[in-house]
């Protein structure tokens, strides 16, 4: 899997859910449970990642949806 989003704002997380949701594309969200390490703050971000076979067309999806300003860098 590859990360295709880490932020810390969980209304990004659900929306970009949502959009990979509707569009097929498989995904898991990590490190969810670590803001009970540290103290529910939301200081650590959570990351959503998608299937290797899917990056690009789920990073097109964000693009499209206006949020491609949220996706990590590709890796070079």
Known sequence: ???LIRTNDIVMISFVEALLKDAGIEHLVVDQNMSVMEGSLG??????????????????????????????????
């Open 1 to 3: 899997m590859e990360e």
């Open 43 to 76: 200081v650590l971000p959570r990351r959503v990642l998608v299937l290797t076979e899917q990056l690009e067309e789920a990073r097109t999806l964000l693009v499209d949806a206006g949020v491609g300003g949220e996706l990590r860098p590709e890796a070079l």
